[in-house]
């Protein structure tokens, strides 16, 4: 079967490939187009293989929300550069995964990756497809859903996605009478970073490690043994207060703590209002970042 332009056309807007690849592609399927997709696909994979040993630790977080505030979901995918993370085509990506995330109760990656995307297959397959195209790798590292009962999420984007934060908050009140209190809470744990969102949610193998840090730190300051397990309380009070949420200093007003600006706006609205979590992701955090040497790697290309 004779292979058109047209056929070139249609082929390139339902998968994204590029053009010669295209036209490759119906000429080894004789023209099938379904059998033409399938052969992109396929090479496709094969691409995003190749691409997979690259460390990607660039990219975005997004979240979505119920719209009355009854759930939440955020989601990070990275990519190798700035420059995708950047890309229109991702970033709808991105969102749409949050979305899906939201509306889904995948128990874990593995599911949420058989997840149907939007007629491209799966979740893995869509992620595959973007790969291959935009000649990148890619993964989704992450996500996870909130719905609580009795719970309203606000959240919180900075740096466009660089940085996001889903907070909640137990009340009776409605998501938009807690809306102004809980961005600011939002905001609060973006620039902060609390590690547990009060004393009672702090890990005790973390605790005991401070302690001894600072036992060390004490002793090398020359203090006396004896003295230590006097000292030692009040060191790790300070500690928490910096590292627990709810005991922070309120960036919009450092005479308030979170909680007493928190226990203000419930005085303000007249219901309730309790902090119940809090989950903060960074683009990349965690990920071991491949140093460039940008000279080094700019003469390399001109060499080619």
């Known amino acids: 079967m004779a292979v058109t332009a047209q056929m070139v056309k249609e082929l390139r807007e339902m998968t994204g490939a590029g053009m010669m690849d295209c036209k490759k592609a119906l000429v080894e399927a004789d023209g099938d187009m379904d059998k033409a997709v399938e052969v992109l696909r396929e090479k496709g994979l094969s691409k995003a293989a190749k691409k997979a040993g690259r460390i990607a630790a660039m990219g975005?977080?997004?979240t979505a929300f119920a719209e009355d505030g009854s759930a939440a979901a955020i989601v990070e995918v990275n990519s190798e550069t700035d420059f995708v993370a950047k890309n229109d085509e991702f970033i709808t990506f991105v969102e749409t995964l949050a979305q899906m995330a939201l509306e889904n109760d995948a128990a874990d990656m593995d599911a949420f990756m058989a997840l149907p995307y939007e007629g491209e297959g799966t979740v893995k397959d869509a992620l595959t497809n973007k790969i291959a195209k935009i000649g990148e790798n890619m993964s989704?590292?992450?996500?996870?859903?909130?719905?609580?009962?009795?719970?309203?999420?606000?959240?919180?984007?900075?740096?466009?996605?660089?940085?996001?934060?889903?907070?909640?908050?137990?009340?009776?009140?409605?998501?938009?009478?807690?809306?102004?209190?809980a961005k600011d809470v939002a905001m609060q744990v973006a620039s902060m970073n609390?590690?547990?969102?009060?004393?009672?949610?702090?890990?005790?193998?973390?605790?005991e490690n401070e302690k001894?840090?600072?036992?060390?730190q004490l002793l090398n300051e020359g203090k006396k043994e004896e003295l230590l397990d006097r000292i030692i309380p009040g060191k790790v009070k300070a500690i928490l207060k910096e590292v627990c949420l709810v005991e922070q200093k309120f960036v919009k007003d450092s005479d308030l703590t979170v909680q007493k600006y928190v226990d203000d706006v419930v005085r303000a609205i007249g219901k309730d209002m309790k902090l119940d979590s809090m989950i903060r992701y960074e683009v990349g955090e965690g990920i071991e970042k491949k140093e460039e040497d940008f000279a080094a790697e700019v003469a390399a290309q001109m060499k080619k």
């Open 194 to 207: 609390p590690k547990f969102l009060d004393e009672r949610e702090v890990d005790q193998d973390w605790l």
């Open 60 to 62: 975005l977080v997004k």
């Open 212 to 216: 001894k840090i600072v036992r060390e």
């Open 140 to 181: 989704i590292r992450r996500f996870e859903k909130f719905s609580k009962p009795g719970v309203k999420y606000t959240g919180y984007i900075h740096n466009k996605g660089q940085i996001g934060v889903i907070v909640g908050m137990e009340t009776e009140a409605s998501a938009e009478e807690i809306a102004v209190c």
